[in-house]
């Protein structure tokens, strides 16, 4: 079941980010291995209050996270070696996370088509998203899902290892 965090969440999602921080670091990744340990749990209550982060519950096991924002993103201004496909109004994924127990069921995937279908809802019609380029899983994954590789964005995070992500956007 997929459903909107909750402030009594925020801890158990923590440990599904921790996870993933984990999964970089074995990988070689950089990606939320910052200085400020990004993503954090105020972090977390941010989305929560903000009632753009959703779950994934398997039981009362909370297996998946993923952020759905509405907000701007300021470092999608501007594009490196490329253009978004688009230039209306369109939602972010940020945060997206799998407890490692929980690995390879698809559960990512599951949480990306549930904020294509808000989205949708919404009558919005792109999603974009970044992710470091050593991120194999997550590119592979998106472009299964029909993202399309656009660009490069740089992060604004000053705390950020390497503020390089590539591109992608959904249309819808």
Not at 105 to 130: F, M, R, V
Not at 145 to 159: N, T
Request: proline letters at 1%; one cysteine or more; aromatic letters at 8%.
């Amino acid at each position: 079941m997929i459903r909107r965090a909750n402030e009594s969440d925020a801890l158990y999602i923590q440990e599904v980010l921790e996870d993933a921080k984990k999964l970089f670091k074995k990988d070689g990744s950089d990606q939320w291995q910052d200085l400020d340990n990004y993503p954090n749990i105020n972090t977390t209550l941010n989305d929560i209050r903000k009632e753009q982060m959703y779950i994934y519950e398997k039981g009362n096991i909370i297996v998946g996270c993923i952020v759905l924002s509405k907000e701007i993103e300021e470092a999608y201004k501007q594009i490196h070696n490329g253009n978004w496909l688009t230039n209306d109004m369109y939602y972010v994924i940020h945060r997206l996370a799998v407890r490692d127990n929980y690995y390879h069921q698809g559960i990512a995937k599951e949480l990306i088509k549930y904020a294509i279908e808000i989205t949708k809802k919404d009558n919005i019609h792109s999603i974009k998203i970044d992710t470091k380029k050593e991120n194999i899983r997550m590119l592979s994954l998106l472009k299964g899902i029909g993202f399309k590789e656009v660009g490069i964005i740089h992060l604004l995070r000053p705390d950020v290892l390497d503020k390089e992500r590539v591109a992608l956007e959904f249309i819808i």
